[in-house]
Nanobody
Framework: QVQLVESGGGLVQAGGSLRLSCAAS????????MGWFRQAPGKEREFVATITWSGGRTYYADSVKGRFTISRDSAKNTVYLQMNSLKPEDTAVYYC??????????????????WGQGTQVTVSS
């Protein structure tokens, strides 16, 4: 079973940057892709970005394109989310997730089998 541990959240002013990390406990063959989702108070969990372990194909939500970058380090079993030009509306708990199989549109929480505990990101205006 894959265990995921996020880190890197915190408080930042609008326009600032943060980098989230997600360390996976198992070799990457256990999962096909790794993603980031976020959930703000009173809202549903929403897709942010995903990257495949093989080939490094990336997917982004429209709301973060051009500001966020997802990357992976296969040797460290770690996925990163570099967040630049942060906005107050980016405030949420950010969750790392692992998908065991391929999906052509990996945008839905139900497609992911393993989840981290979440890390809070707060952007002040």
């Amino acid at each position: 079973q894959v265990q995921l541990v996020e880190s890197g959240g915190g408080l930042v002013q609008a326009g600032g940057s943060l980098r989230l990390s997600c360390a996976a406990s198992e070799r990457t063959f256990s999962s096909y892709a790794m993603g980031w989702f976020r959930q703000a108070p009173g809202k549903e969990r929403e897709f942010v970005a995903t990257i495949t372990w093989s080939g490094g194909r990336t997917y982004y939500a429209d709301s973060v394109k051009g500001r966020f970058t997802i990357s992976r380090d296969s040797a460290k079993n770690t996925v990163y989310l570099q967040m630049n030009s942060l906005k107050p509306e980016d405030t949420a708990v950010y969750y790392c997730a692992a998908a065991s199989v391929y999906y052509s549109e990996p945008y839905y929480p139900g497609q992911y089998d393993y989840w981290g505990q979440g890390t809070q990101v707060t952007v002040s205006s």
